[in-house]
Protein backbone atom coordinates (compact mmCIF):
# COMPACT_ATOMS: atom_id res chain seq x y z
CA UNK A 1 0.00 0.00 0.00
CA UNK A 2 1.24 3.73 -0.36
CA UNK A 3 2.03 6.00 1.56
CA UNK A 4 -0.67 8.22 0.79
CA UNK A 5 -3.51 5.66 0.83
CA UNK A 6 -2.18 4.41 4.19
CA UNK A 7 -2.45 8.12 5.76
CA UNK A 8 -5.91 8.00 4.28
CA UNK A 9 -6.69 5.08 5.94
CA UNK A 10 -5.21 6.63 9.24
CA UNK A 11 -7.61 10.02 8.94
CA UNK A 12 -10.47 7.62 8.31
CA UNK A 13 -9.83 6.05 11.35
CA UNK A 14 -9.57 9.53 13.64
CA UNK A 15 -12.30 10.80 11.95
CA UNK A 16 -14.67 7.54 12.98
CA UNK A 17 -13.01 8.18 16.11
CA UNK A 18 -14.35 11.71 16.47
CA UNK A 19 -17.50 11.01 15.69
CA UNK A 20 -17.69 8.28 18.44
CA UNK A 21 -16.87 11.36 20.75
CA UNK A 22 -19.05 14.10 19.26
CA UNK A 23 -21.84 10.93 19.58
CA UNK A 24 -21.50 10.87 22.88
CA UNK A 25 -21.80 14.58 23.33
CA UNK A 26 -24.60 14.49 21.25
CA UNK A 27 -26.26 11.47 23.21
CA UNK A 28 -25.95 14.16 26.53
CA UNK A 29 -23.59 11.63 28.28
CA UNK A 30 -20.98 14.32 28.47
CA UNK A 31 -21.07 17.99 28.40
CA UNK A 32 -18.30 19.93 30.24
CA UNK A 33 -15.40 21.02 27.62
CA UNK A 34 -12.63 19.40 29.57
CA UNK A 35 -14.58 16.32 29.95
CA UNK A 36 -15.14 16.16 26.00
CA UNK A 37 -11.50 16.74 25.16
CA UNK A 38 -11.20 13.62 27.85
CA UNK A 39 -13.69 11.77 25.65
CA UNK A 40 -12.17 12.55 22.07
CA UNK A 41 -8.36 11.84 23.12
CA UNK A 42 -9.96 8.32 24.84
CA UNK A 43 -11.51 7.76 21.49
CA UNK A 44 -8.19 8.47 19.28
CA UNK A 45 -5.99 6.87 21.93
CA UNK A 46 -7.81 3.58 21.20
CA UNK A 47 -7.93 4.16 17.57
CA UNK A 48 -4.39 3.95 17.16
CA UNK A 49 -3.45 1.47 19.00
CA UNK A 50 -3.87 -0.65 15.60
CA UNK A 51 -2.45 -1.67 12.35
CA UNK A 52 -4.51 0.72 9.93
CA UNK A 53 -3.10 0.55 6.16
CA UNK A 54 -0.60 -1.79 6.81
CA UNK A 55 1.04 0.33 9.05
CA UNK A 56 1.57 -0.25 13.10
CA UNK A 57 0.03 2.72 14.96
CA UNK A 58 0.63 3.25 18.83
CA UNK A 59 -0.52 6.42 21.52
CA UNK A 60 0.24 7.52 24.40
CA UNK A 61 -1.16 10.13 26.19
CA UNK A 62 1.86 12.05 27.48
CA UNK A 63 0.12 14.51 30.33
CA UNK A 64 -3.89 14.71 31.27
CA UNK A 65 -4.60 17.06 33.65
CA UNK A 66 -8.61 18.32 34.34
CA UNK A 67 -9.32 21.73 34.80
CA UNK A 68 -8.07 25.31 33.28
CA UNK A 69 -4.29 25.20 34.34
CA UNK A 70 -2.22 28.39 34.27
CA UNK A 71 -0.06 27.27 31.63
CA UNK A 72 -3.09 27.03 29.24
CA UNK A 73 -3.75 30.74 29.88
CA UNK A 74 0.00 31.64 28.94
CA UNK A 75 0.05 29.67 25.94
CA UNK A 76 -3.14 29.47 24.41
CA UNK A 77 -3.87 25.70 23.89
CA UNK A 78 -5.51 22.78 25.98
CA UNK A 79 -4.72 20.17 23.74
CA UNK A 80 -1.02 19.64 21.62
CA UNK A 81 -1.34 16.52 19.10
CA UNK A 82 2.32 14.85 18.16
CA UNK A 83 2.59 12.70 15.25
CA UNK A 84 5.59 10.26 14.63
CA UNK A 85 5.96 8.44 11.71
CA UNK A 86 8.62 6.25 10.32
CA UNK A 87 8.75 4.57 6.88
CA UNK A 88 10.77 3.40 3.83
CA UNK A 89 9.69 6.80 2.29
CA UNK A 90 8.42 9.34 4.69
CA UNK A 91 9.39 10.26 8.21
CA UNK A 92 8.69 13.15 10.42
CA UNK A 93 8.16 14.19 13.96
CA UNK A 94 5.93 17.12 14.47
CA UNK A 95 2.71 18.48 16.40
CA UNK A 96 0.24 20.88 16.66
CA UNK A 97 -1.55 23.10 19.27
CA UNK A 98 -5.40 22.76 20.03
CA UNK A 99 -7.81 25.15 21.32
CA UNK A 100 -11.03 23.70 21.83
CA UNK A 101 -14.75 24.88 22.03
CA UNK A 102 -18.64 24.18 21.77
CA UNK A 103 -20.55 26.10 19.48
CA UNK A 104 -23.61 24.46 17.57
CA UNK A 105 -23.32 25.45 13.67
CA UNK A 106 -25.48 29.06 13.55
CA UNK A 107 -25.02 29.98 16.91
CA UNK A 108 -23.04 32.87 17.31
CA UNK A 109 -20.14 33.44 20.04
CA UNK A 110 -20.51 36.22 22.19
CA UNK A 111 -18.41 39.12 21.58
CA UNK A 112 -16.43 39.13 24.88
CA UNK A 113 -15.95 34.97 24.03
CA UNK A 114 -14.49 35.74 20.44
CA UNK A 115 -12.45 38.21 21.79
CA UNK A 116 -11.38 35.89 24.40
CA UNK A 117 -11.29 33.23 21.91
CA UNK A 118 -8.85 35.67 19.86
CA UNK A 119 -5.99 36.41 22.50
CA UNK A 120 -5.73 32.50 22.92
CA UNK A 121 -5.29 31.87 19.01
CA UNK A 122 -2.46 34.63 19.26
CA UNK A 123 -1.33 33.29 22.15
CA UNK A 124 -0.68 29.41 20.31
CA UNK A 125 0.50 31.56 17.40
CA UNK A 126 3.36 33.34 19.29
CA UNK A 127 4.65 29.62 20.05
CA UNK A 128 4.07 28.44 16.09
CA UNK A 129 1.98 28.99 13.64
CA UNK A 130 0.80 25.24 13.52
CA UNK A 131 -2.00 26.17 15.57
CA UNK A 132 -5.66 25.21 15.27
CA UNK A 133 -8.85 25.36 16.95
CA UNK A 134 -11.55 22.82 17.23
CA UNK A 135 -15.44 23.00 17.18
CA UNK A 136 -16.99 20.55 19.45
CA UNK A 137 -20.52 19.92 18.07
CA UNK A 138 -23.48 17.35 19.34
CA UNK A 139 -23.33 16.43 15.31
CA UNK A 140 -19.55 16.39 14.19
CA UNK A 141 -16.44 18.45 15.08
CA UNK A 142 -15.21 21.44 12.50
CA UNK A 143 -11.70 22.99 12.80
CA UNK A 144 -9.65 25.51 11.65
CA UNK A 145 -6.71 27.32 11.49
CA UNK A 146 -6.15 29.42 14.49
CA UNK A 147 -4.47 32.57 12.36
CA UNK A 148 -7.23 32.64 10.09
CA UNK A 149 -9.82 32.97 12.82
CA UNK A 150 -7.42 34.90 14.73
CA UNK A 151 -7.65 37.53 11.94
CA UNK A 152 -11.53 36.86 11.47
CA UNK A 153 -14.90 38.73 12.63
CA UNK A 154 -16.95 35.77 11.91
CA UNK A 155 -18.74 35.08 15.67
CA UNK A 156 -19.90 31.49 13.94
CA UNK A 157 -16.96 29.36 15.00
CA UNK A 158 -18.45 26.58 12.91
CA UNK A 159 -18.48 28.31 9.80
CA UNK A 160 -14.97 29.72 10.84
CA UNK A 161 -13.39 26.07 11.28
CA UNK A 162 -14.17 25.14 7.50
CA UNK A 163 -11.82 21.82 7.90
CA UNK A 164 -13.95 18.77 8.45
CA UNK A 165 -12.18 16.24 10.90
CA UNK A 166 -11.34 14.11 7.91
CA UNK A 167 -9.52 16.91 6.29
CA UNK A 168 -7.62 17.89 9.51
CA UNK A 169 -6.30 14.32 9.93
CA UNK A 170 -5.49 14.00 6.96
CA UNK A 171 -3.47 17.22 6.47
CA UNK A 172 -1.69 16.42 9.63
CA UNK A 173 -0.84 12.82 8.91
CA UNK A 174 0.20 13.44 5.08
CA UNK A 175 2.28 15.79 6.44
CA UNK A 176 1.74 19.30 5.24
CA UNK A 177 0.92 20.54 8.80
CA UNK A 178 2.73 20.39 11.73
CA UNK A 179 5.73 22.28 13.38
CA UNK A 180 8.66 19.62 13.14
CA UNK A 181 10.46 21.55 15.93
CA UNK A 182 7.48 20.54 18.40
CA UNK A 183 9.41 17.36 18.73
CA UNK A 184 8.44 14.58 21.38
CA UNK A 185 10.80 16.08 23.69
CA UNK A 186 9.55 19.48 23.21
CA UNK A 187 5.94 18.32 23.41
CA UNK A 188 6.61 16.55 26.90
CA UNK A 189 7.56 19.73 27.96
CA UNK A 190 5.27 21.72 26.75
CA UNK A 191 2.89 22.93 29.81
CA UNK A 192 -0.60 22.01 28.72
CA UNK A 193 -3.14 19.92 29.95
CA UNK A 194 -3.78 17.00 27.58
CA UNK A 195 -0.49 15.75 25.18
CA UNK A 196 -2.02 12.89 22.61
CA UNK A 197 1.17 11.14 20.49
CA UNK A 198 0.78 8.81 17.68
CA UNK A 199 3.35 6.96 16.38
CA UNK A 200 3.26 4.51 12.95
CA UNK A 201 6.22 2.41 11.34
CA UNK A 202 5.36 0.42 8.40
CA UNK A 203 6.95 -0.83 4.67
CA UNK A 204 4.55 1.57 2.51
CA UNK A 205 5.76 2.56 -0.43
CA UNK A 206 4.94 5.20 -3.78
CA UNK A 207 3.99 8.68 -2.92
Known amino acids: MGFDEAMKLAAKAADEAVGRA ?19 IG ?14 WSSSILRHR ?33 QAK ?15 LVKQCDKML ?24 SGSTNRDLYDACNWTSYRFFLELFRSPIGD ?5 ALVADLPVPVVLKLSAEGDISGE
Open 43 to 56: NLDAAFDANIGGVQ
Open 22 to 40: MAKYGRGQVTDEDDLTGVL
Open 66 to 98: KGVASEESRIGADMIIHVAVRSRIQAYSKAVLI
Open 180 to 184: PRLSS
Open 102 to 116: RHQPGSLMAKAEQAD
Open 126 to 149: AVTAASFVFDYTTGDMRCGSASKI
